[in-house]
């Protein structure tokens, strides 16, 4: 049985919910709406995110990057950990795949960006 | 071996500079040795800033004197310094006439030009004083400088004249040795005088102790300003004191020579090396600025800063010491000290001059080369300029529409600019509504390259650095 | 000095500008956008996180690749950029006057202008906050950019100040790096932020905040070494509460105000509320041919809604540059009452349907939005609640208006 305290963020109304259950049965309390039994319910079985952070390249320039996909909550340390030690070309660019399925997760790093090494060189 | 000076400057502030600079004009060998980073650091940069005219002095003092023989000295140097500054006047309000007659006694004693001005006339020079100002006593002598940028260009000036300035050189002792000369001891090495001049500011007394002199009993009062946004400026035209009271000269509201509006300063008695504002005194400010002014715009705040006035007693202690021959003082330099600093240092300086038998340089450099300031250039020198250099096409601070040309420039000045701070107080960057918001990191990525050191060893000022951490080697130190 | 012309001329490369010069050019104007950084994207390129698109692209995805969609799309046109270029002047006649190294200072003449020049964040001078003023105090906006662009940490031991989505977000974000977030202080009874983000900034990594508290004086010197804060009450900190932590950076999320400087001295209308100028449906100020859109205009929740508004902007621009700008109706005003704060366009052209923004005072529950014209209701909408942080949009009918449209809340 796990339970959750937690704030419904699916619109600015922010119900407080409560949800508890297990695999087979969640009930979640605190909603106005059905959307909030929804999102409730996935907070507690399967919480994930999309995970974004850094990655500095060869050259020291800084590049930004995601997962494909959410990670589960509880590997997002695991995950972010496995990015800081990722190393990839100067010549990255937005959309280059840093790291093929990070962890065995099925979730690939994807840079979003990078930065121009200096504004004023 | 130690190198022996003919002189060594205790202290980087407005007075000290001054001094090195009277100093380096003379045929003698000159060392300033200041604890921060760069020359004013303290006291000189965090004050009202004003030139004043000297009514309210007490006759027969030192203040008086030198207040009055500074004004325009002041002016002059702020002309050959290229200093910005304003002769803009002043005005003291108050609603009875009867209230202004002791200033005026005071301002005919001390030989200073003032005039009553009853209600009409104030309003046509000022016309945001306080419903209830009946009359006000107007300097015309009186105006705003830039403080720290005339304690710069001094020290530029007394660089470019041959006057050596040493930064982060605490005085940590002060000895004697058999032959009569100093030995003055900082954690960069130690340094042989013939003579010392103490021009330390708050720690002033205690250089003081260090050297066998007189002792000083000092005391320390703070003052906290508010920064007006430059949109303020079209609605003060002078500076607006109130009365004096026996606390000094009130909370003035005056234009800063930089285009800003101050309201200040607060008198809370404190002790050395506070210079924190508090939630008291700033609403002590709220309260008591519309007394005089009546349009005060707190909501156009875009900083608050405050000062620390050092105390001695009521006057300035000026002169040789009668326990240490050849050590000489210019300590417990309150207000009016900005405005008497030329005076001090030419005092001063003739003494020691005359101490060591020293004659004045031929050709020395009376002028600085003006900076340039985009801002102030017309369009066709602009693109000339840029075609040159095309850094000074590169706005950095928005704010402040200062480039990267000035700012290089800055930092390649006779005394270089080696942090943000010292790139601010020299160019502005970072001086404006965003406070360096857009434009620290920028600053940052200049000191860093024309320094040659890494971002994360570029200062603020006073030693602390601004991007501490290279990402993903958070955890490795 | 040489002088050019664009019809129209955007100043700002950000999501405003880049959506206002796209739209432009769509209805054919001859169009120049001046950014003042070294690449397109302005705020956007910092803001790492996930969280913009959905609306306008039915995509979640970052603010580097949001940027990155319109630049693309701005480069496949003729639209010209000019970077490193800084707009120093405006004139009523249109002619911006604008710096860059690489030409120098120029007169640029312009059949119509949008100002597209985003915000700025209210810093520690302007909340006024007391104690020391020492190395360690940020805004949040340049903790990001350190970080995110530049590759540089301003901490280990984090306070931040006040609730704004981009405070919420360096808040994860520094805890991603190695930092310790150990509080975060809010002077309302209520987040300014993004419920999203209280949940999956602060809560994912138990971080503390506290409502209805505030800073009361800055410690250490030449760094911060901690702070005191104390809870408020009437907006005044309760001092006897006071209590005291660590911290060697404070992060300031207090607040943005629109970037207008290039229109001080300018003839033109500004609302006090929103700190930007006033604008008709088209989005043009009191000053012909001068349109505003994007963060310069209001302070918006999500960048979906400043695209939408800024092809708005370009559009009308263009429309205005070339001499298409069609006659409107009548002109009502639009008056934001009680608890909305605001509400925008300021005004309003009789004519077709039309969307108006809005944001409200305070946390209101159970409430209605009212849109009268004279004594004709446009609008009655029932919502469950509306919040501060976020922005509120609805369509109104002005076929046939009556009167000014008044805004207002029925609780």
Redesign the interface.
Known sequence: MKELNTICIMCPMGCPLKIVGDGEKVEVSGNTCKRGEIYGKEELLHPSRVITSLVILEDGSVASCKSSSPVPKERIADVVDAISHISAPKTTKAGDVLLKDALGLGVDIIATGVSPKSGLN | MDRLFDCVVIGGGVIGTAVLDRLACYDLSALLLEKEDDVASFATRANSGIVHAGYDCEPNTLKAKFNVLGNPLMWRDAELLHVPCLKCGSIVVAREREQLDELVRKAEANGVEVEVLDRKRTLELEPNVADEVGFSLYAPSAGVISPYQLAIAYADRAALNGGEILLEAPVVGIARTSDGNFEVQTPKGTFKARIVINCAGAYGANVNDMAGAEHYETSYRRGDYFVLDNTERKNVNTVIFPLPTAAGKGILVAPTADGNVIYGPTANDTSLGDTATTLESLDELKRNVPLSYKRPAFNKCIRVYSGLRTIIGHDFVIGESEKVDNFFMAIGICSPGLTSAPAIAEFLTDGVAKRLGAARKQNVVAELEKPVRVKELDDVALNELIKKDSRFGRIVCRCEKVTEGEIVQAIHSPLPARTVDAVKRRTRAGMGRCQGGFCCTRVMEILSRELNIPLTEVKKGLGANIARYRIKEVNDD | ?TELFYDVVVIGGGPAGMAAALAAREKGAKTLILE????LGGIL?QC???GFGLHYFSQ??????Y??RFSDAVAQTDIEVRL?A?A?GLGEDRTVSV???????EKIRAGAVVLAMGC??R????I?????????IY?A??AQ????????????EVVILGSGDIGLIMARRMT????KVKLVLELMPYSSG???N???CL??YDIPIKYSHTI????G???ITGLYYAPVKDRK?I?EQEQYVSC??LLLSVGLIPEN?LL?GLDIEMSPVTGGATVDERRMTTIDGVFSCGNVLHVHDLVDNVSREAEIAGAAAADFAMGKLAERGKQYAVVAEGDVRYALPQRIHEGGVQKLFFRVGRVV?NCRLVVESGGKTLLSKKY????P??MGSVDIDASALEGDIKVRLEI
């Open positions: 000095m003042r950084d070294v690449r390129n790492i996180h996930q979640e995805m970052t603010g580097p690749e940027a990155k490193e800084m120093l710096l860059s190294p690489s030409r120098g200072l700025r964040e810093t520690a001078g302007a006024m906050l007391p104690g020391t003023r020492p190395a360690g805004t906006g340049m950019k350190l970080c995110n662009v530049s590759g540089y940490l301003v901490g280990k991603t790096e190695g930092a993004l419920k999203r209280i949940v999956q809560e994912d009361t004086r800055v410690v010197s030449p760094r900190p001092l060697d950076a400087d001080n529950k469950m609640v509306l919040a942080g976020e």
